[in-house]
């Protein structure tokens, strides 16, 4: 479903279905999100029932062709849906993102058995996946990874695998983990894409992370220690998961911005709620003209985002040339903006603010993440900049 949309001047008018999208997400949001986002981060909860929710909604495979159960929607629709979710909590938002991305990779990469066997059980939420790139020595120069599987069984009919995996969300409680792998020479063009399931011989889990945010969602890492993994669970071949990587993440990247600017918008609307009702030398906090200045700079911000984002999006759909860029740009320039609105959201609110519940604090630990992970805006820069010099 295609936005009625001109990328020259970046103006958007959502037609009807992407409207009803967009409502449906955010009645969901604030219906079975929102009024426990802030139990589930003080209690480091994952609300595995509550997502599984989200697949009867087509939140499970949202670009994923439908013959397996997918919703076949744009990358425009997504990132309506994914603002919507964060707007009661950009970390449940955040990991419906990473599921889709894993789904993705299978139906676009995988062999039409691959499809069939995999996706009907994820796009339907009634088993979730995580997506495993980044290790303990290898974070921005992704082609650096060690984690090695190696042929072995009668006629090469199983992968062996051995090392570890870094930083991955819901690990120990998803049921399948897309993973990179190395299967040959060093650099990029020895990297290949294996789905393994959580119950491989071999696969174990660390302990959970102690973050500063995205409590609701485990954070772990995946070990491989003599891991066997069948080689049908191999996509598109030895040697294409560098490509794989690579093509996840432009749709991840603006995934996770509209995640930031749906916590973002969420943490102003809170500020004007409080600003209106909190009273200081005998008026409304929200009458001073320094407050004024300051939501008016915060809308801006949002507005901004929410444009660049939605031209992003829009150039994916269309596979523009230089959607690399646009996505890059849109992941650095909305995640540095939404996390900047809700800290100054929570300035608003003074001491109030740094109390959990209020709710802004969580907001603000929740975004200060998306500026590292889909890659860090520092490489953001790098990517636009490459674009820009012709590399």
């Known amino acids: ?20 999208i967009q409502d449906m997400a955010r009645a969901f949001a604030a219906d079975r999100v929102a009024p426990h ?28 062709r439908d013959d397996v159960g997918g919703s076949g929607l744009g990358r425009l629709d997504a990132v309506l849906i994914f603002e919507a979710l964060a707007q009661a909590c950009p970390a449940f938002s955040s990991f419906i993102s990473i599921h889709n991305m894993a789904a993705w990779m299978i139906d676009v990469f995988g062999s039409d058995e691959q499809r ?18 980044t290790e303990p020595g290898s974070g921005s120069d992704a082609a650096a990874l060690r984690t090695r599987a190696a042929r072995s069984g009668g006629n090469g009919s199983d992968y062996v695998l051995n090392g570890a995996k870094q930083f991955i969300s819901g690990a120990g409680d998803t049921d399948f983990y897309v993973t990179m792998v190395r299967t040959g020479e060093d650099g990029p063009k020895g990297i290949s894409t294996l789905v393994i399931p959580k119950d491989a011989p071999g696969l174990s889990f660390g302990a959970v992370e102690n973050k500063m945010g995205w409590h609701m969602q485990s954070t772990r890492q995946v070990i491989f220690e003599d891991c066997k993994v069948p080689a049908e669970n ?41 600003a209106a009702q909190r009273k200081a030398f005998g008026k409304t906090i929200d009458q001073f003209q320094a407050m004024q200045f300051k939501f008016a700079d915060m809308e801006t911000s949002l507005q901004a985002s929410r444009m660049l984002l939605y031209t992003a999006a ?23 903006a939404g996390f900047a609105v809700a800290n100054d959201a929570l300035q608003t609110l003074g001491g109030y603010g740094y109390l959990h519940d209020y709710g802004i604090e969580k907001l603000v630990r929740d975004l200060r993440v998306h500026q590292i992970l889909e890659g860090t805006n520092e490489i953001m ?11």
């Not at 069939?116 to 996946?129: C, D, G, I, V, Y």
């Open 1 to 20: 479903m295609d936005a009625v949309v001109d990328t020259t001047l970046s103006q958007f008018e959502l037609n009807e279905d992407q409207r009803a």
């Open 314 to 336: 829009a150039k994916l759909d269309h596979k523009a040339p230089d959607a690399g860029k646009w996505s890059a740009m849109a992941k650095r320039f909305v995640t540095d």
């Open 37 to 64: 986002a802030l139990d589930w981060d003080r209690n480091r909860h994952f609300p595995d029932d509550v997502i599984r929710q989200t697949g009867p909604l087509g939140f499970g495979g949202i670009y994923v």
């Open 116 to 133: 069939q066997r995999f996706l009907p059980s994820l796009t339907s939420m009634e088993t979730l996946a995580s997506y495993c790139l």
């Open 234 to 274: 191999l996509l598109s071949g030895e040697g294409t998961g560098f490509r794989i990587a690579m093509a996840g993440l432009d749709g991840g990247r603006l995934n996770i911005a509209a995640c930031s600017l749906g916590g973002a918008q969420s943490a102003m609307d809170k500020a004007l709620d409080y």
């Open 381 to 391: 820069r790098v990517i636009v900049a490459r674009h820009l010099i012709g590399r």
